[in-house]
């Protein structure tokens, strides 16, 4: 069974920067990538980043474009999120989930297809 333990996140001003990580063990398999989502109160989980463990393909929502950046370093098995320019608008729990297939462009990376979840980490900017 795959375990995914994240760390990171926290409280930071207003443009400021912030870097979530992601480690699994246990079982890989069935494990294309990691993808980052977030989850406000009483909302769904939305997709923010996700990257492949063969060649690092990266994919990223079009809200955090330009500002996060994902990576990984598969020797660790340990995804990275970092973010930067931060701003109100990002203040919510962050969960990185395992991917189970295949990822493309043209995949539409929803939560209900990922079967294994980090704890979430709150991430906090005030306005």
């Known amino acids: 069974q795959l375990q995914l333990v994240e760390s990171g996140g926290g409280l930071v001003q207003a443009g400021g920067s912030l870097t979530l990580s992601c480690a699994g063990s246990?079982?890989?398999?069935?494990?294309?990538?990691i993808a980052w989502f977030r989850q406000a109160p009483g909302k769904e989980r939305d997709f923010v980043a996700a990257?492949?463990?063969?060649?690092?393909?990266?994919y990223y929502a079009d809200s955090v474009k330009g500002r996060f950046t994902i990576a990984r370093d598969a020797a660790k098995n340990t995804v990275f999120l970092q973010m930067n320019s931060l701003i109100s608008d990002d203040t919510v729990v962050y969960y990185c989930?395992?991917?189970?297939?295949?990822?493309?462009?043209?995949?539409?990376?929803?939560?209900?297809?990922?079967?294994?979840w980090g704890q979430g980490k709150q991430v906090t900017v005030p306005s």
């Open positions: 990257v492949s463990w063969n060649f690092g393909t990266t």
């Open positions: 246990g079982s890989t398999y069935s494990n294309y990538g």
């Open positions: 989930a395992s991917w189970p297939a295949p990822l493309s462009s043209t995949v539409v990376f929803t939560s209900l297809l990922c079967g294994y």
